[in-house]
């Protein structure tokens, strides 16, 4: 799956990286705890989360993460998005829960990966 279909399947606006999203996308993580973030994420995923402050975007970088999405319609602030920008990171918003975001993205074949 690319980045643009997951942005497709939750209707999700980009905010930043637009340029990327055809890059694929292997599995996803839906944690407000960048700690399970680190233990459980895989490569080329993307976290779902509603923590908005600067470690989502250091932890993002750190495990390979591709794509961003904030859910329950948090909004990033600016820090947040000038620091994906400098990191060739996707990040989007979207209106839906964390249960029903990773659901959707579940149903439409994403998966989370072996443990």
């Keep these: 799956m690319t980045a643009k279909q997951v942005q497709e399947v939750l209707g999700a606006r980009v905010l930043v990286g637009s340029e990327y999203l055809d890059q694929e996308v292997k599995t ?7 700690s399970d973030v680190l233990a459980f994420s895989k490569d080329h995923s993307v976290l779902l989360t509603g923590l908005c402050n600067p470690q ?26 000038e620091m994906a920008r400098d990191r060739g990171l996707i990040v989007m918003e979207t ?10 993205l579940y149903a439409a074949g994403l998966t989370g990966g072996e443990i």
């Design 95 to 104: 209106g839906h829960r964390m249960f029903s975001s990773c659901g959707m």
């Design 56 to 81: 989502v975007i250091r932890t993002a970088e750190m495990l390979d993460i591709v794509c961003i999405i904030f859910v329950r319609g948090k909004k990033a602030d600016e820090t947040i998005l």
């Design 28 to 34: 996803a993580c839906g944690s407000d705890l960048m």
